[in-house]
């Protein structure tokens, strides 16, 4: 999943809307697959991992721009402090967090063998 991840981010060279669309699919897909799981910890890595590889994306893509203006352009800050990379005019269009996922904890049921009692 991650090298999958870090392959397509740092061999992209199209559109900013169609990079976040297709990062928004495998993280859908992944999000899916892994949610009956106690994914939340392997799901903050992913989101960090995420934002390391956009933001040396950015960097490869414009070599003279300083780092804060790169930040400024492409990510936004959410209420709780956290950057998302988005488009700069339509901040709807952004790449999914991970960690707002819904996950489902999976509690196995565990069964008693039942006794028949013999009639007599």
């Known amino acids: 999943m991650e090298q999958n991840l870090s392959y397509v981010i740092t061999k992209y060279r199209d559109g900013q809307k169609t990079l976040i669309d297709k990062i928004n699919r495998i993280l859908t897909g992944w999000a899916s697959y ?57 901040l709807a269009v952004r790449v999914h967090k991970l960690v707002n996922s819904i996950l489902v904890m999976h509690h196995p049921v565990t069964t008693k063998k039942l006794h028949r009692q013999q009639v007599l």
């Open 34 to 90: 892994h949610k009956i799981t106690d994914a939340d910890q392997a799901f903050r890595r992913v989101d960090n991992l995420i934002s390391i590889l956009l933001l040396e994306l950015c960097e490869t893509l414009s070599p003279y721009m300083l780092r804060i203006k790169i930040i400024k352009k492409y990510f936004y800050r959410e209420l709780g402090g956290d950057y998302v990379y988005a488009l700069e005019n339509k």
